[in-house]
């Protein structure tokens, strides 16, 4: 049996199901999460999907508000995590994946730890919508409006609006059937790429006074803490996006961007062109992609910056 209907016999089997995806949920955790929402009520499942905190730009998604915080059970017959390279991912809400009969991971990062029953991973997909769009397609589930448009929101997010490496002719294809359906891109991508809250146009403000560059310029660097969010009022999702402002300098090969959490810095990085930035953060524990990663960390910013920086000079041209 494929990987693809082994999936659909666990949901087949199943009564009730919970779907989950990472902390800090960015618009293709949401979209595709969404998506998969979405068909398996259609198919009469008793589902949810938990998302403990996203970012308020994501109501404009449809069906966000039947999101829930917390599940109603304790154990579920079966959980999907979506978009999430591993079970450390899922934060304070992986016990709904460990205590459930069976477990299923659909996803795209190439860091991927493989944490279900069955995995289904395509490292070649610029997102996990894009890989939830080929199982609707096998399924032949219904992709009407509001679940087109929640695919589309993962794609146009994770690619940075069709911009970053691995957009293929799939992807494009995907996109002009969407269209046909009726899926309003401009307007997702309006909405989820091009419009800022004031006060995470503040955070972004204070982050890129205190930009550095490091090794002749390759290496941008900066970090927001707590006492900036608490200035600035900022909510949760707020400081989406800053390490990009870095990699879209001339020269720099790798953004740094740190963000203070309540354990230590959430760190992101992003490469441009050569340095596999999810190497550099498996060294540390974490991992992402080629040009895209993320890690957790403990010290101050200067001293994660130091060990960072270390790292990343080994790969530097
Ligand atoms: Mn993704």
């Not at 992709?143 to 691995?166: E, P, R, S």
């Not at 293929?168 to 401009?186: Q, Y």
């Not at 300098?249 to 596999?276: A, M, P, Q, T």
Request: proline residues 2%; contains cysteine; hydrophobic residues 35%.
């Amino acid at each position: 049996m494929s990987t693809l209907d082994e999936i659909l016999k666990k949901i087949e089997q199943a009564k009730n199901i919970v779907i989950l995806t990472h902390e800090n949920p960015d618009g293709d955790a949401m979209g595709s999460s969404l998506a998969l929402y979405q068909a398996l009520v259609k198919m009469d499942k008793d589902v949810e999907l938990i998302v403990p905190k996203y970012s308020r730009v994501f109501t404009c998604l449809p069906k966000i508000e039947e999101v829930k915080q917390e599940g109603s059970k304790s154990e579920y017959d079966l959980a999907i995590a979506v978009d999430t390279a591993s079970i450390k991912q899922l934060d304070g809400w992986s016990k709904y994946f460990e205590d459930a009969k069976s477990r299923i991971v659909i996803d795209h990062h190439s860091s991927n730890a493989m944490f279900g029953d069955v995995n289904y991973v395509d490292m070649s997909s610029p997102a996990c919508a894009q890989v939830m769009y080929v199982l609707f397609r096998y399924y032949e589930w219904e992709i009407n409006h509001d679940v087109g448009t929640c695919l589309m929101a993962g794609i146009i997010t994770d690619t940075g609006g069709f911009q970053y490496a691995g957009v293929s002719k799939e992807t494009f294809e995907i996109a002009s059937s969407l269209l046909v359906e009726g899926v309003d891109i401009a307007k997702i991508y309006k909405k989820l790429l091009s419009t800022n809250t004031r006060s995470s146009f503040e955070l972004r403000k204070i982050a890129l006074d205190r930009m550095e560059f490091l090794e002749d310029g390759k290496i941008a660097y900066t970090y927001i803490n707590k006492k900036d969010e608490k200035k600035v009022k900022a909510e949760t999702g707020d400081h989406e996006g800053i390490v990009n402002e870095g990699r879209n300098i001339e020269g720099v090969e790798v953004s740094i961007f740190l963000h203070e959490i309540d354990d230590g810095y959430k760190v992101s990085l992003r490469s441009n062109e050569y340095v596999n930035v999810s190497d550099v953060c498996l060294m540390f524990g974490g991992g992402g992609h080629f040009r895209a990663a993320g890690v957790t960390m403990q010290g101050t910013p200067k001293q994660i910056r130091e060990k960072l920086v270390g790292e990343i000079k080994r790969q530097l041209k």
